[in-house]
């Protein structure tokens, strides 16, 4: 096994290259069938940027992939997925494995409306340790789905080829995009166990100094304390509670404002300097889009 420090990956060639198999059959996407890779060409990455997209479905690898100080553990079959720009590494064992690889430029899909609807599907954005997990009949429509865009893949280029294989794609990620939510409501524990945290975090910013240090508490603040990516935090409490790590902000800081407006003398621009606003003004604009009154009304009610 060969050892690279640190590599950037641009293109669908240069992933075939460094596998150390034959050329894509199209320039922009490729899938591959890891069970088919040659054990001896494998590559162990300290850090690698892939400027592409990638799909990995994993069913039995003796190796770990770490995206920044997350690792995870590809024993299980599992989904994960890659957006331009990530830096990810893969350490392996023992590189025989079984499932696919599935990489695609952004110029593949850009022409289509998947190259602006890819940004809503939030989990390309997950930390590696975040990654699907599928059920057996899962699983089994995954595959179904990859077979039949990799016959499309192996198939002459004509024109459809690239419309059918975008296609594929989005029902892929359609799919995907369901079973994540399945993996939200199946593992609602952990979600329970991520908000109870996340209020008491919340607590503690405004309870001490952390305000006045670092003015209002930031998604990725929450997040980094919580040790989940943005985005699947987001996306989880999305599923659990209706609300994202924005929105759980803003409803703490509603609350302290109306602690204050009804047992304090505080002006309004006291109070919105204490919760961490810059202005009075963007305080202001909040508090009544969340409730309706202006924080003068609503201390008003009081009186």
Same mark, same amino acid.
């Given at each position: 096994?060969?050892?690279?420090?640190?590599?950037?990956?641009?293109?669908?060639?240069?992933?075939?290259?460094?596998?150390?198999?034959?050329?894509?059959?199209?320039?922009?996407?490729?899938?591959?069938?890891?069970?088919?890779?040659?054990?001896?060409?494998?590559?162990?990455?300290?850090?690698?940027?892939?400027?592409?997209?990638?799909?990995?479905?994993?069913?039995?690898?003796?190796?770990?992939?770490?995206?920044?100080?997350?690792?995870?553990?590809?024993?299980?079959?599992?989904?994960?997925?890659?957006?331009?720009?990530?830096?990810?590494?893969?350490?392996?064992?023992?590189?025989?494995?079984?499932?696919?690889?599935?990489?695609?430029?952004?110029?593949?899909?850009?022409?289509?409306?998947?190259?602006?609807?890819?940004?809503?599907?939030?989990?390309?954005?997950?930390?590696?340790?975040?990654?699907?997990?599928?059920?057996?009949?899962?699983?089994?429509?995954?595959?179904?789905?990859?077979?039949?865009?990799?016959?499309?893949?192996?198939?002459?280029?004509?024109?459809?080829?690239?419309?059918?294989?975008?296609?594929?794609?989005?029902?892929?990620?359609?799919?995907?995009?369901?079973?994540?939510?399945?993996?939200?409501?199946?593992?609602?524990?952990?979600?329970?166990?991520?908000?109870?945290?996340?209020?008491?975090?919340?607590?503690? !910013?405004? @309870?001490?100094? #952390?305000?006045?240090?670092? /003015?209002?508490? +930031?998604? *990725?603040? $929450?997040?980094? &304390? %919580?040790?989940?990516?943005?985005? !699947?935090? @987001?996306?989880? #409490?999305?599923?659990?509670? /209706?609300?994202? +790590?924005? *929105?759980? $902000?803003?409803? &703490? %800081?509603?609350?302290?404002?109306?602690?204050?407006?009804?047992?304090?003398?505080?002006?309004?621009?006291?109070?919105?300097? *204490?919760?961490?606003?810059?202005?009075?003004?963007?305080?202001?604009?909040?508090?009544?889009?969340?409730?309706?009154?202006?924080?003068?009304?609503?201390?008003?009610?009081?009186?």
């Amino acid at each position: 096994m060969k050892k690279v420090n640190r590599i950037t990956v641009n293109s669908i060639s240069q992933l075939h290259h460094m596998l150390n198999i034959s050329s894509p059959l199209h320039p922009l996407v490729s899938v591959i069938k890891l069970d088919e890779l040659n054990p001896a060409t494998w590559i162990e990455w300290e850090q690698m940027i892939l400027n592409y997209y990638n799909i990995t479905v994993k069913k039995s690898l003796n190796a770990s992939m770490r995206y920044g100080q997350s690792r995870y553990d590809f024993n299980q079959g599992t989904m994960a997925f890659i957006s331009p720009g990530q830096m990810i590494s893969l350490e392996a064992t023992d590189p025989g494995c079984k499932g696919w690889c599935i990489s695609f430029h952004p110029d593949f899909i850009n022409q289509y409306p998947l190259g602006k609807q890819i940004k809503n599907f939030g989990f390309f954005s997950y930390d590696v340790n975040e990654a699907l997990h599928l059920s057996e009949k899962e699983d089994t429509m995954m595959d179904s789905i990859i077979t039949n865009l990799k016959q499309e893949y192996e198939m002459t280029i004509d024109n459809f080829s690239q419309e059918l294989m975008v296609s594929h794609l989005e029902l892929l990620l359609n799919y995907s995009n369901r079973f994540y939510t399945r993996q939200f409501i199946t593992r609602k524990t952990v979600g329970n166990n991520l908000l109870a945290r996340l209020e008491e975090i919340l607590t503690e !910013y405004f @309870s001490g100094n #952390l305000v006045a240090e670092m /003015g209002l508490p +930031t998604v *990725q603040y $929450i997040s980094a &304390k %919580l040790n989940v990516s943005p985005s !699947y935090l @987001s996306d989880m #409490l999305r599923n659990l509670t /209706g609300q994202n +790590t924005q *929105q759980h $902000i803003h409803s &703490k %800081l509603i609350d302290k404002a109306k602690q204050a407006l009804s047992t304090t003398s505080l002006s309004v621009s006291e109070i919105a300097y *204490q919760l961490g606003f810059e202005y009075p003004q963007s305080f202001n604009k909040l508090f009544k889009n969340k409730t309706e009154l202006s924080p003068l009304e609503y201390r008003n009610l009081f009186n």
